[in-house]
């Protein structure tokens, strides 16, 4: 395909107009293939961000093409006042991944915090109480239901008193949530892999006592897997690690291919929510529902979860293995890669980008490496040798 607008054009016009909610860096990607893309120079960079942890199967993957494609010539938007083929499979698949006799509920749609969204008014509805208890560190989205429950001040501090009422605790502290789960909490959200939040892992005996305290006291559990969900952390659902099965649990980013999507599904024996109570005009649509069909197919095809624990062990035994003295520490969980760094993350961004990789950071100080499933072990070594480089040139 012919690229017209050179660099220069492309951020000149986008800065002319930017909202100002982002800070960019200086690269205009035009294309992408499986882990690579493509900058408007032509250029190539490994991409270790997956766009954010959203290209799961790498970018064009031909089975994502094709559904999008052919749904897109057959039907593109069905509301959710009429049934659709497409919906009623994903159903199915989505089902089928999170297992049990009862079927699971889904609310479907189109980004993490609108799951996030979907997520806290069932608890509410399901409950009849107020109050939420999230974790510090934990993210959840920004639109404003969604910002009561992330942490990062600097995200919440414009809107305090727009956000509903929601407790912080610390992370992987059984005590202060055992204190914090009164008889008016509606619902517990937690990442069982905090990404945004700097790449922590919950601990398993922590979530497991997460999920008696709910039971116990009426409390629904929601696990945000938006991030650490489908494959990226060693299982379908890094809950998984801790053998719990949560009351809600929320998905988006990759689950379909790179369209936008995100649900909320809850255990059927909850019930549903009353009519008109929540809902989005593209939410279900069949577009998105036939991506991620497509996606969800071939991320089973490809045993993403094994896939990803296998090569995540290999990934972070390497990068242990080149003992740097910046580095404080190597945290992972299948392909949810974090480097807790000495200094700022900044400049190591810069350094492995002029070398063609792109990773991301969680905070200050950590690096973030969220590569594709399909990643190979040689590209892996590729970024295991840069982060080498860049750090003991420092
Ligand atoms: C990215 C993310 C969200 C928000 O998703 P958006 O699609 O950006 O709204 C929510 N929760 C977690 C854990 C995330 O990583």
Known sequence: MENTLNLQDITATEDAHTSGAYSKRPLALVRGEGCTVWDADGNAYLDMTSGQGVALLGHAHPAIVQAVSTQAATLITCAEAFYNDRRAELYGILQALLGGEEPWRFFLCNSGAEATEAALKVARLLTNRTRIVATMRGFHGRTLGALGATF????????????????????????????????????????????????????????????????????????????????????????????????????????????????????????????????????????????????????????????????????????RGLNLPAVREVRAQGLMVGLELRGRVTPILQALQARGILALPAGKTVLRFLPPLIVTQAELQRVVDAVGEVMSAE
């Open 152 to 319: 990062n001040k600097d995200y919440r501090g414009p809107f305090e008193g727009w956000l509903p009422p929601v407790t912080h605790v610390p992370y992987n502290d059984l005590a202060a949530a055992d204190a914090a789960l009164t008889d008016e909490v509606a619902a517990l959200i937690i990442e069982p892999a905090q990404g945004e939040g700097g790449v922590h892992f919950i601990d398993a005996d922590y979530l497991r006592g997460l999920r008696d305290l709910c039971t116990e006291r009426g409390v629904l559990l929601i696990c945000d897997e938006v991030q650490s969900g489908l494959g990226r952390c060693g299982r379908w659902f890094a809950f998984e690690h801790a053998g719990i099965v949560p009351d809600i649990v929320t998905m988006g980013k990759g689950i379909a291919g790179g369209v936008p999507m995100g649900l909320a599904a809850w255990r059927g024996e909850l019930g549903t929510i009353p009519a008109a109570t929540h809902g989005s005009t593209f939410g279900g649509n069949p577009l998105s529902c036939a991506a991620a069909i497509a996606s969800l197919t071939a991320l089973r095809e490809l045993d993403a979860p094994a896939r990803s624990a296998e090569l995540g062990a290999w990934f972070a035994d390497q990068l």
